[in-house]
Nanobody
Framework: QVQLVESGGGLVQAGGSLRLSCAAS????????MGWFRQAPGKEREFVAS????????LYADSVKGRFTISRDNAKNALYLQMNSLKPEDTAVYYC????????????????WGQGTQVTVSS
């Protein structure tokens, strides 16, 4: 059974940067697309970014395009989210997730989820 553990969240000023990491246990990490989602207080969980099994294809929400970069290291069973030019509206709990149905923005594709890491951006 796969376990996903996020880290790297914290408090940062607007305009700053953070790098989130997601460590995956279990075998066959490289066989699966991965994604990042976030949930702000009082809001539904929303898609942030997705990456295919090899890292060769990525997809971003319009709200983060050009500021966030998703990447993976299959040798380390790790997923990353580099977040630059952070805005207060990026404040949320960020979740990594493993897809069992190809890659994309739809939450239903992702069967395995981490516990999340809090990102807070102050103005």
């Amino acid at each position: 059974q796969v376990q996903l553990v996020e880290s790297g969240g914290g408090l940062v000023q607007a305009g700053g940067s953070l790098r989130l990491s997601c460590a995956a246990s279990g075998r066959s990490f490289s066989n699966y697309a991965m994604g990042w989602f976030r949930q702000a207080p009082g809001k539904e969980r929303e898609f942030v970014a997705s990456i295919n099994w090899s890292g060769g294809s990525t997809l971003y929400a319009d709200s983060v395009k050009g500021r966030f970069t998703i990447s993976r290291d299959n040798a380390k069973n790790a997923l990353y989210l580099q977040m630059n030019s952070l805005k207060p509206e990026d404040t949320a709990v960020y979740y990594c997730a493993r897809s069992t149905a190809n890659w994309g923005a739809d939450a239903w594709r992702y069967a395995n989820w981490g516990q999340g890491t809090q990102v807070t951006v102050s103005s």
